[in-house]
């Protein structure tokens, strides 16, 4: 009886042992992938954020977008008034009228004359060797 007793215990002593190691491999896995979810928590929480921040982006271009639209309607609208203004004083002035009839003077038809050029060195020697405007009181 001491002998299946000293076995019984040997036995019990033995998955005692084997219950530790377990156990103790457990925490290790648990201990790990604690960590795993840490890792994986934070770097969620900085996709959120991430996500957010490109949201709150998104709409203040948004935003700046339809306040550039709006902007330029109305510069549009302004610039249509501008021009109906500006044709309606030139229906309404004979001398205005005929004033931009008539034709450029020869000074002013040289300023938008201008030579091809192939690169810049060309562009500013012409620059500097262009003809003089006239002077205005001849």
């Known amino acids: 009886m001491m002998r299946v007793l000293a076995v019984l215990l040997a036995l019990a002593v033995a998955g005692l042992a084997y219950t530790l190691q377990h156990a103790s491999g457990l925490r290790r896995d648990l201990t790990q992938a604690q960590g795993i979810v840490g890792t994986l928590s934070a770097g969620l929480e900085s996709r959120d954020k991430a996500i957010a921040r490109l949201q709150d982006e998104a709409r203040t271009r948004a935003d700046q977008e339809q306040a550039l639209r709006q902007a330029q309607s109305q510069a549009g609208a302004l610039a249509l008034q501008r021009e109906l203004q500006i044709q309606r004083e030139h229906d309404a002035d004979e001398s205005l009228r005929a ?21 810049a060195r060309d562009y500013l020697a012409w620059l500097s060797t262009r003809d003089q405007l006239p002077d205005p009181r001849q």
């Open 99 to 119: 004033w931009s009839a008539a034709a450029l003077p020869d000074a002013a038809k040289r300023l938008h004359q201008r030579p091809a050029f192939s690169n």
